[in-house]
């Protein structure tokens, strides 16, 4: 099986990050999935937004859990990264879901809770995925093993996977304890024995974030389920190339 592309916050080298204009790009661009960050507004609305603080990616400031999603769509999400994008908002992950009605690309939906707990974010988002019948098709990613445990206890019937960026003897027994379906490694953790251990205990593996052509490669050849990369496209010609 070949390894699935899943274009990180989009395709976020070309457009900007977590935003419909990335999302569409990664589909034009041949990406199976998306992978996307979520955090929560002050009326729980669930966001897609990489940053606790809003600084960095839009023209407004402080942090998302201060303002209602009212407030925070009349924000400009794109004209950080380049004038073509001015007026882009922050989408919902409503918005997302209903774009991808018609296309079907996988999603990767990562809590971002391990720095704000934000309470009940598993299973607004949980209830999110359920409403589109997007169950098969999501798997739901966090770094926090706190947020893991308790949708292991909620019994979610959706693939979870746990984030993690550095390396530990125990991770394979970590996830096993947490019952996630899946490992999402950074690429420096990239190993085949990780790779073959991990697929022996029923865990999938995939790699982020991934752009040089031959970090790509290497995560291609070592089999892994996944790669996600802030440039899809990069990824499909290698991937089409080693195909034949
Ligand atoms: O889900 C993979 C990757 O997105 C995790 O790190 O900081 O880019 O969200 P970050
Ligand atoms: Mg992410």
């Known amino acids: 099986m070949s390894t699935y592309i899943y274009a990180h916050r989009g395709a976020s080298k070309k457009a900007p990050e977590n935003t419909m204009p990335a999302f569409e790009l990664a589909y034009q661009q041949g990406a199976d999935g998306i992978e996307t960050d979520v955090q929560l507004t002050k009326d729980n609305i669930p966001v897609l937004i990489h940053d606790e603080n809003l600084r960095r990616t839009t023209n407004g400031m402080g942090f998302v859990q201060d303002y209602s999603y009212d407030e925070l769509k009349k924000l400009d999400a794109g004209s950080w990264h380049s004038v073509n994008f001015r007026q882009t908002v922050i989408p919902t992950l409503d918005d997302l879901l209903t774009w991808n009605k018609e296309k079907q690309l996988k999603l990767n939906i990562e809590l971002k809770n391990n720095l704000i707990e934000y309470p009940n974010i598993e299973k607004i988002v949980y209830e999110k995925i359920k409403k589109y019948q997007m169950e098969e098709n999501t798997v739901i ?10 949708m292991k206890k909620l019994k979610f019937d ?4 746990l984030l993690t960026s550095k390396r530990s003897r125990d991770l394979i027994e970590t996830a096993k304890h947490l019952s996630v379906d899946g490992l999402h490694i950074r690429f420096r953790l990239l190993s085949r024995r990780l790779v073959d251990k991990a697929a022996n205990n029923n865990l999938y593996t995939a790699v982020y974030t991934v752009n040089q052509p031959f970090s790509i490669s290497k995560v291609i050849k070592s089999n892994c389920h996944a790669i996600i990369t ?5 990824a499909w010609s290698i991937r089409k190339k080693l195909e034949n």
């Open 141 to 150: 990613s966090t770094f926090s093993r706190k947020s893991l445990l308790k």
């Open 158 to 161: 959706i693939a979870t996977a």
């Open 230 to 234: 802030d440039v899809p496209d990069i």
